[in-house]
């Protein structure tokens, strides 16, 4: 009877543990949602970013436009995501001795995926790789080829329809990006909107 | 009311035991219908509107062509009617901004000038790739700021070099060269901290203080033979560099280094790179 009685108390504390399991997976792993429903196949998310900059060490490299095409879908319920293209425009240096000779996104696509931090959403970018060709006969970074390399997480605010990068969210999220074997900046805000077959309807993580 | 005895308890344990099935059995299949009550159901939107972020709210907020624009319009972006644009885009990312901008509103600002290139083969392949990782016990970084110095390694200390390690090196390279140059520039040119040339390619670091076997040292931007790392006002970034060499270019001792590093960007294609800030007081 003991062993009834502990199998019973058993199987209720393994029911309690698996739906922790489950509360905690959904809450981990949002969706892409439009007007509030799931999306069903693939959305093209195209944007610019209303603001960015990238510190490399010690060399701030700004760029005017910064944009991005993310083709998102919900895979077994999470969202995921292909960051398919991200033109740069007009990309400077705050160093009048160094000037971007090129630069771009390698390795495209860069996966992405949603996630959970505490109660935000965020939105992972993996694999990401920058390379950036620096020149300046007085710049010491001139005629070098530097790589950004890394993860980065942001944050998505739903009310606003954005995605915000800068140092808090990439530490949230545990990401990092690297360059010069070193930690580096990143600020952009991005908003995310569709612009394919839910164009002007309301996208949220959740 | 007689309290039961351990043994009591046992005996009516099998009724308790047949309930508790039956009571086990109703609480899984309401667990299971309400998904364990955990997270909001996908197929529910009423569930996911009544989360912290209201799916409604966030509409009415992305349909305010007023709210768009505050959130950063690229001034003079026109924004026509919504939904003008066809209903699928095709094209880059960079092809369709425009376009995008138009459909969507200011949202997504319009570029201004040309595109970036990102480097091509022959570029990367003839510029110095900085693949070597580079580093120092001498030099801390901490989330998002740059690796500061330690202040020994200054003419507020020693003055003396610290210890770098390093690894990456390709093969076939024939020797390393070491510079520490100041990020800012002086009079319109980089000033040297340090220039060593020789090195073997062979070792994997300099310990603090202590010239490698071989090294021949240039001629530093105060004018004299060694190291000497000492910033004019309350501060200065610097910038450690180890180049890969693959062939010896066997400077003279007291080499000036601006001349040796052009022909070591020259012939060099792979460097290890440590910026490194120092801050007085």
Redesign the interface.
Known sequence: MRTRKTAIGAALAALAVLCAMFATTASAAPAWKFESKSLEGKEVVLGGAIESSMTIPGLTTKCENFLYKLTIENVSGTGKGSLTEMPLFNCTTNSKYCTVEKIGAENLPWSSKLTTVSTTPYIIIEGVKVGILYEGEACVLGETFVTVTGSAGGSIDNAKETATFNASTLSASGTELKALSQKIEWNGLFPTEAFQWHREQALSVS | MASRTGPER?LI??AK?AS??AL?AL??AA?LLS??????S??D?AA??G?????????Q???AAGSREA??AAPGAAAPA??QAG???SG???G??QG??A??GA???V??????????AK??EE?????I???SPAIV?S??H??RLDPTYTCDGKDSWPTLRWAGVPAGTAELALFV?????VE???FFDWALAGIDPGLSEIQAGALPKGAIVGTNGFGELGYSLCPQGAGE?Y?F?LYALPTALSPHRGFDPLQLRKRV?DVSGN?????A?YERG
């Open positions: 046992l344990a099998p035991a508790a099935r086990l609480a899984l667990l998904g364990c009550g955990g997270g909001s996908e197929e939107p996911a509107a989360d912290s972020t209201s799916a409604p709210a966030a509409a907020a992305g349909s959130g950063g919504k939904g209903s699928t885009p880059s990312a960079a369709t901004a995008a901008a459909a969507n949202r997504v600002a570029p201004r000038g040309p595109r970036e290139q990102a480097p091509g570029e990367i510029a110095t790739v900085a693949d990782s580079l580093q970084a989330a998002g740059l690796g140059m100041n990020l800012q520039p319109e040119k980089i970034t910038m560099a960007l460097a290890g790179l440590l910026p800030v």
